[in-house]
Structures are given as C-alpha cells and as structure tokens.
C-alpha cells in the first residue's frame, strides 16, 4: 500500500508554473542571499549586544581620542598626559610610530569606556523601568514626578529600538512578599469556605509560612537573580508542557478573521494572500526588522515569545511535552492540508524570495484538484491522520513512539514538525460565527494537526482563522500576527475586482520553485485501529 503511494508522491502541476533547473545566476543570488543574511544575523546580535549604546559611539569615542592624542591641544593637555601614560602600562615597543601607538591607546581606551557606557546604560535602564507609578496614573494626566521620569527613560534608551534589543534591560520579575501572597490567597478563598474551613486554612497557612514555606521562598529569590522570570519555565512545564489533557479545547486557541466582511470568496486566493502575509511578517521577525511594543512610546515589552511563533512543534512524551523549534535555514515549507492529505509546499525560491501570492495561488489550486481527485483512493483512517494529535498526551506519545518513529511515516512526521506552520483548505462553508469558531476550535478533528505552533484554516466561502497552540506563547503574540495580515487586507489592494490575488510589481522577478509534494505514510491494521479509536475519543469529547 505504501509503495503504491510512494509511486504517485509527486503532484503534478499546471504546465505555467516555472519548473526549470536552477541555473548560475540562480546559485549566484542564493549565495548572495545567503551571504547578506548571515551578515545582517551578526549586525543585529551586535546591536542588541551593545544596547542601549550604538555602536557608532564606539568609533566617535575612538576617532576623539586619536585626534586629541596626535593634535595635542592646549585645553586638554593634562588629558592628553594622563592618555599617554598608558604606553608604558602596555609596554609598548620604543621604536613604534607615534601614530601607531596613539591608536593602540584610543582603540583600548574606546573600548574600555564603551563597555563602561553600555553597562552603566544598561542597569541604569533597568532600575528605571523598575519605576510602577505610571501604572497607576491617567494616561492624560501623568505626574511631574512621571513626566520626569519618561523623559529619562528616552534618553537613556537612545537610539531606535530593534526586535530583541531591550531584552537585557528589562527588569527581572520580582519575587512577592510570602505573607503577602498567603494573605491574597485567603481573601480568595473567604466566599468559598465556611468560617472553620477558614479558621483551619489559616493556621494551615501560618503553619506553612513558618515552616517549609519559608525554604521555598528563598530558593525563589535565589532563582530571581539570574532568571529573568522566574515562574516562566516552571508554568510552560507544569501547567502546559506536563498537562495529560488533549490540547483540542483544553489548551489550543482560535482566532477569527473579520467577523461579518469578506475580502474575497475565493478559498484559493483568500489563502494565497493571508499566507504571504505571514510569510512577511515571518520575515520581518528574522530580520529583526519588527520594532518591539512599547506601552506610551516608553516603556518596552517582553518579546521573547515571538522567537518561537512560527516553525515550533510541540512534541508528546508519555509524562512530559516537548517543544522543538527549528531554524530558519532548516524550516522553509509550510504543510498544506486537503480531505487529511498532507502537501508539503517549498515557500522560497531559488533566489531565496518568498513566493509571489499568484504563484501561491496556483500552487494551491492544484492541490485542492489532486486532493479532490485523489481522496477516494485513500481510506478513512488514512485520511484521518491529525485526529491522533487530539488524543490525550500520553497516548498520543506512546502511538507516535509505536508507528512513526522509524521509515516513511517518520520521514513525514518530520515535513510536518519542520514546517513554518500548517494550512488547511477545507470544503465547508460556516455561515454563523459559531459554526465558524466550532470549526477553529476543534474542526472535525481531521483537519488540523493541533502539535503544530499555527494552523490556518481556510474555508470554501473566502473565510478564515486561526488555531494556535498555547504553551509556546500567550495569544497576544499570534494575535498581532493575525491582526498584521487582517489590517494588511483592508488597508491595502491585494485582491483585484474579480477577488484574485494582485500582481507583483514588473520589476519583480520570480526565481524557480519546486512544486508540491505528497506526504506518504504506511498506515497498517494496528495504526488504522488507533485512528478509529481515536475519531471515537474525538467524537465522544467533542459532542
């Protein structure tokens, strides 16, 4: 059965696609490509190393010193002496250039001070954005006291932020007082409990503050030293990671896209846009070229959870999850899905662009027609593959470890877990915002691999959404991905008047690109088994 598959893996495609072999110039753009992205990685890891400073302070401190050091004016002579002292610390050669060594000083002196700079900006940042009484103030009446306070802020920051620059400025998570969260928990607990309850919960909790609780407070403190958060890592293990529950409803999310307006009724186009428009965003992420949020044009926010949006899988194990997140250069496709089939789809070219929308809207309209065609050769348990990520964790991780750990199946489950994040073109066409929410949430179980960090679901009437896995990022972070590309659609004309996808601009040139592949998998009677139960399982909770 598997061989038979294996025989047909490769979709074939509209004739107008551009399926030619790379040529030089080709190979020439991707080292090109490649070369100015390793570039860009290494100027962004600095910038972000040295912020709040520039590195150009570096070269106008340096290029300061030398001129002083060689000009010698009269206003800085003491300056200049102290300078050259510094030749016999570093033992200089007596035969050495003047020139040479007054850049041996400056270039050492610069780099000192610099270090100096950046650090002291650094805490000093930190210890201002530890400040809490803007919080509790009007946001048009601010005090003199906050006023002050901003205006510092910003000139401690410097210059213009990048993605991931303000990361190593922002001020720990502290630690609350544990008499003071005892007490919350009490005023929490009153309306639940009778007066004994409370009675015994309190010498509980004072038994508890004075006892082992205290051990643990400290070990708390210690942990909030050198962690940025300390409850982050342990609430993504033990309330997500360590959660046996089925992460259908339990844990994934949904977005909607417009509640009432449609852009186009075309599945095909409608998908098309809304996936280069993640691809965008996407690209802007590893670029860093996405500034960070800032609460009133001051105040930095968190953005660590954007580093793993797209190309994260979450993995079952039998006690405990796992999330994997793969690079960039290892993750370049993107999973699309038809009645359960699974496509893998290249999104760059061979000059490393991203694919054109039209050129995505031809590629997914020869996966629906070899879907649609091929569908009624599979059976029902080989088109209902994703329903096993709806199981409950522990079974789900004992059926992965049973069936696709080794051959086909793992090479497959591999394109999946690789991708840039999955889409699905559905055949129904949900007419209320209920049916459509159902149909994010929990679909009919078949249709979205719920592991995966992002499915897109696209249906048949030019609808859309989203369902999103949570233990990698709170939704605030896919929800300015999908308002990104919601805005995106009304603010600019990407669908013409007949809703087709617009053209690039003439001078774009579109390298070449691979057309879709079929996924193969070796479904035997013992996996099929799991399959039925697990539609079963599926039904029964979801009914």
Same mark, same amino acid.
């Given at each position: 059965?598997?061989?038979?598959?294996?025989?047909?893996?490769?979709?074939?495609?509209?004739?107008?696609?551009?399926?030619?072999?790379?040529?030089?110039?080709?190979?020439?753009?991707?080292?090109?490509?490649?070369?100015?992205?390793?570039?860009?990685?290494?100027?962004?890891?600095?910038?972000?190393?040295?912020?709040?400073?520039?590195?150009?302070?570096?070269?106008?401190?340096?290029?300061?010193?030398?001129?002083?050091?060689?000009?010698?004016?009269?206003?800085?002579?003491?300056?200049?002496?102290?300078?050259?002292?510094?030749?016999?610390?570093?033992?200089?050669?007596?035969?050495?250039?003047?020139?040479?060594?007054?850049?041996?000083?400056?270039?050492?002196?610069?780099?000192?001070?610099?270090?100096?700079?950046?650090?002291?900006?650094?805490?000093?940042?930190?210890?201002?954005?530890?400040?809490?009484?803007?919080?509790?103030?009007?946001?048009?009446?601010?005090?003199?006291?906050?006023?002050?306070?901003?205006?510092?802020?910003?000139?401690?920051?410097?210059?213009?932020? +990048?993605?991931?620059?303000?990361? $190593? #400025? @922002?001020? *720990?998570?502290?630690? =609350? %007082? /544990?008499?003071?969260?005892?007490?919350?928990?009490?005023?929490?607990?009153?309306?639940?409990?009778?007066?004994?309850?409370?009675?015994?919960?309190?010498?509980?909790?004072?038994?508890?503050?004075?006892?082992?609780?205290?051990?643990?407070?400290?070990?708390?403190?210690?942990?909030?030293?050198?962690?940025?958060?300390?409850?982050?890592?342990?609430?993504?293990?033990?309330?997500?990671?360590?959660?046996?529950?089925?992460?259908?409803?339990?844990?994934?999310?949904?977005?909607?896209?417009?509640?009432?307006?449609?852009?186009?009724?075309?599945?095909?186009?409608?998908?098309?846009?809304?996936?280069? +428009?993640?691809?965008?965003?996407? $690209? #802007? @992420?590893? *670029?860093?070229?996405? =500034? %960070? /949020?800032?609460?009133?044009?001051?105040?930095?926010?968190?953005?660590?959870?954007?580093?793993?949006?797209?190309?994260?899988?979450?993995?079952?194990?039998?006690?405990?999850?796992?999330?994997?997140?793969?690079?960039?250069?290892?993750?370049?496709?993107?999973?699309?899905?038809?009645?359960?089939?699974?496509?893998?789809?290249?999104?760059?070219?061979?000059?490393?662009?991203?694919?054109?929308?039209?050129?995505?809207?031809?590629?997914?309209?020869?996966?629906?027609?070899?879907?649609?065609?091929?569908?009624?050769?599979?059976?029902?348990?080989?088109?209902?593959?994703?329903?096993?990520?709806?199981?409950?964790?522990?079974?789900?991780? $004992?059926?992965?470890?049973?069936?696709?750990?080794?051959?086909?199946?793992?090479?497959?489950?591999?394109?999946?877990?690789?991708?840039?994040?999955?889409?699905?073109?559905?055949?129904?066409?949900?007419?209320?915002?209920?049916?459509?929410?159902?149909?994010?949430?929990?679909?009919?179980?078949?249709?979205?691999?719920?592991?995966?960090?992002?499915?897109?679901?696209?249906?048949?009437?030019?609808?859309?959404?989203?369902?999103?896995?949570?233990?990698?990022?709170?939704?605030?972070?896919?929800?300015?991905?999908?308002?990104?590309?919601?805005?995106?659609?009304?603010?600019?004309?990407?669908?013409?008047?007949?809703?087709?996808?617009?053209?690039?601009?003439?001078?774009?040139?579109?390298?070449?690109?691979?057309?879709?592949?079929?996924?193969?998998?070796?479904?035997?009677?013992?996996?099929?088994?799991?399959?039925?139960?697990?539609?079963?399982?599926?039904?029964?909770?979801?009914?």
């Amino acid at each position: 059965m598997a061989e038979a598959r294996s025989a047909v893996a490769e979709l074939r495609l509209m004739r107008d696609l551009d399926e030619r072999k790379p040529t030089w110039k080709d190979v020439f753009y991707s080292l090109r490509k490649s070369a100015f992205r390793r570039y860009y990685r290494i100027r962004n890891s600095i910038r972000n190393g040295v912020w709040p400073a520039s590195p150009s302070t570096l070269g106008t401190v340096f290029v300061v010193l030398l001129v002083l050091l060689l000009s010698e004016p009269a206003a800085t002579d003491s300056f200049n002496r102290w300078l050259w002292q510094f030749e016999g610390w570093f033992r200089l050669p007596q035969g050495l250039p003047r020139l040479l060594k007054a850049i041996v000083i400056s270039l050492v002196f610069g780099i000192s001070f610099f270090i100096v700079l950046t650090t002291v900006r650094l805490y000093l940042l930190r210890i201002l954005l530890s400040y809490r009484g803007w919080m509790y103030e009007q946001l048009r009446r601010p005090s003199a006291k906050t006023i002050f306070w901003s205006i510092v802020v910003r000139l401690v920051s410097g210059y213009h932020l +990048s993605l991931y620059s303000c990361q $190593r #400025s @922002l001020p *720990r998570m502290p630690v =609350p %007082p /544990l008499k003071d969260t005892m007490q919350k928990l009490m005023v929490s607990l009153k309306p639940l409990c009778t007066k004994s309850e409370l009675e015994e919960l309190q010498e509980m909790s004072e038994e508890f503050v004075n006892g082992v609780g205290s051990k643990v407070q400290k070990i708390l403190i210690l942990k909030s030293w050198w962690a940025p958060n300390y409850v982050s890592d342990w609430w993504e293990k033990y309330v997500y990671l360590m959660s046996r529950s089925p992460i259908a409803i339990n844990s994934n999310y949904y977005i909607l896209d417009h509640s009432y307006w449609t852009p186009t009724a075309n599945q095909v186009s409608r998908a098309a846009q809304v996936v280069y +428009s993640c691809l965008t965003f996407k $690209r #802007s @992420l590893d *670029r860093e070229e996405l =500034p %960070p /949020l800032v609460i009133r044009k001051t105040i930095p926010i968190c953005m660590a959870q954007y580093e793993r949006v797209f190309s994260t899988t979450r993995v079952p194990g039998e006690d405990l999850d796992e999330l994997v997140h793969y690079d960039s250069k290892d993750s370049k496709h993107i999973i699309v899905m038809r009645h359960g089939i699974f496509y893998k789809l290249d999104v760059y070219d061979s000059k490393n662009q991203l694919l054109s929308p039209t050129n995505f809207e031809l590629q997914f309209q020869s996966i629906i027609e070899d879907a649609d065609n091929y569908a009624g050769q599979l059976s029902s348990e080989e088109r209902s593959l994703a329903v096993l990520t709806a199981l409950e964790r522990s079974e789900w991780a $004992r059926t992965r470890k049973q069936f696709f750990n080794r051959g086909i199946n793992r090479e497959s489950m591999e394109e999946i877990e690789k991708a840039i994040f999955c889409v699905s073109l559905s055949t129904e066409s949900p007419k209320t915002l209920t049916e459509r929410g159902k149909a994010l949430l929990h679909g009919d179980g078949k249709s979205i691999w719920f592991d995966k960090s992002q499915n897109y679901i696209f249906f048949a009437n030019g609808k859309a959404g989203a369902n999103c896995e949570h233990a990698l990022a709170d939704a605030p972070a896919l929800g300015h991905i999908w308002e990104y590309v919601m805005t995106k659609e009304v603010l600019e004309r990407v669908y013409s008047e007949d809703g087709r996808c617009m053209p690039m601009p003439a001078r774009f040139r579109q390298g070449s690109f691979s057309k879709p592949q079929r996924l193969v998998w070796d479904v035997s009677a013992a996996l099929a088994t799991k399959i039925q139960n697990a539609m079963k399982f599926m039904n029964t909770v979801h009914n």
